[in-house]
């Protein structure tokens, strides 16, 4: 990390950490230096790219503002508490980017590429609960909010090789009885896990996934009613 703080302007560096302290991210501005550097070394180059006038697209913002609006609009207040020192240089797409920072900070806390992954699956398991419900989530509804973070959850101890294994037989069983529709569309979910990050879910995680399903679909109108 020294030689990516060696390359930062310290002024860079005191910009950003005063907007997450202005934004409520002060916790996370004292706790995880590593943060604070990727978010000042983005803010870096957004500052380069808007004095050569270069825009960037971000191709996942529309799954960002849904997926993760909080961080979503801690990446907005950050932009607008950022822009009030440097005069509205930087564009309002930045804010996705600097979500996916913050995502990824309670995930995995490297580089982007496991956000990115993890971003690409929560779309995919919507898309196959649609389908087999014949259903249209809103993607701003609290139930579809609790999902996406259980999922967010799932992927952590997926990753940390944690996953719950220890549910009693019988509350599983009582689960599998109680939805079978729902425990059918996890198992699809769970192959979308075992094609896209190549680990296998538990039973429990199975059953924990269900419940989630039934939750987010329970009183949602099938497209053809």
Same mark, same amino acid.
């Given at each position: 990390m020294?030689?990516?703080?060696?390359?930062? @302007?310290?002024?860079?560096?005191?910009?950003?950490?005063?907007?997450?302290?202005? !934004?409520?991210? #002060? *916790?996370?501005?004292? #706790?995880? @230096? !590593?943060?604070?550097?990727?978010?000042?070394?983005? %803010?870096?180059?957004?500052i380069?790219?808007?004095?050569?006038?270069?825009?960037? *697209?971000?191709?996942?913002?529309?799954?960002?503002? &849904?997926?993760?609006?909080?961080e979503?609009?801690?990446?907005?207040? $950050?932009?607008?508490?950022?822009? !009030?020192?440097l005069?509205?240089?930087?564009?309002? &797409?930045?804010?996705?980017?600097?979500?996916? +920072?913050l995502?990824?900070?309670?995930? &995995?806390?490297?580089?982007?590429?496991?956000?990115?992954?993890?971003?690409?699956?929560?779309?995919?398991?919507?898309?196959?609960?649609e389908?087999?419900?014949?259903? !249209?989530?809103?993607q701003? &509804?609290?139930?579809?909010?609790?999902? %996406?973070? +259980?999922?967010?959850?799932?992927f952590?101890?997926?990753?940390? +090789?944690?996953?719950?294994?220890?549910e009693?037989?019988?509350?599983? *069983?009582? %689960? #599998?009885?109680?939805? @079978?529709?729902?425990?059918?569309?996890?198992?699809?979910?769970?192959?979308?896990v075992? $094609?896209?990050?190549?680990?296998?879910?538990?039973?429990?995680?199975?059953?924990?996934?269900?419940?989630?399903?039934?939750?987010?679909?329970?009183?949602?109108?099938?497209?053809?009613d």
């Amino acid at each position: 990390m020294a030689q990516q703080v060696a390359g930062i @302007p310290p002024e860079i560096i005191r910009l950003v950490t005063d907007a997450m302290n202005r !934004t409520g991210l #002060k *916790e996370q501005a004292d #706790k995880q @230096p !590593t943060l604070v550097m990727a978010l000042a070394d983005h %803010i870096c180059g957004a500052i380069q790219r808007a004095q050569r006038k270069q825009n960037i *697209e971000y191709p996942l913002e529309a799954e960002v503002r &849904s997926l993760y609006a909080d961080e979503y609009a801690k990446g907005v207040a $950050m932009v607008d508490a950022m822009n !009030t020192y440097l005069g509205g240089a930087l564009p309002r &797409s930045e804010a996705v980017a600097l979500a996916l +920072h913050l995502v990824n900070a309670g995930f &995995s806390g490297g580089d982007l590429s496991a956000t990115y992954t993890m971003t690409g699956i929560i779309q995919q398991m919507i898309a196959v609960i649609e389908g087999a419900y014949g259903i !249209t989530l809103a993607q701003d &509804s609290v139930n579809v909010a609790r999902f %996406i973070t +259980h999922l967010r959850y799932l992927f952590v101890r997926i990753h940390q +090789h944690e996953q719950l294994d220890d549910e009693p037989q019988p509350i599983i *069983e009582s %689960i #599998k009885t109680s939805y @079978p529709k729902a425990c059918q569309c996890a198992r699809q979910l769970a192959v979308v896990v075992k $094609m896209r990050l190549g680990s296998d879910l538990t039973e429990a995680e199975i059953a924990y996934l269900a419940l989630h399903v039934a939750r987010v679909t329970n009183g949602v109108n099938r497209q053809d009613d």
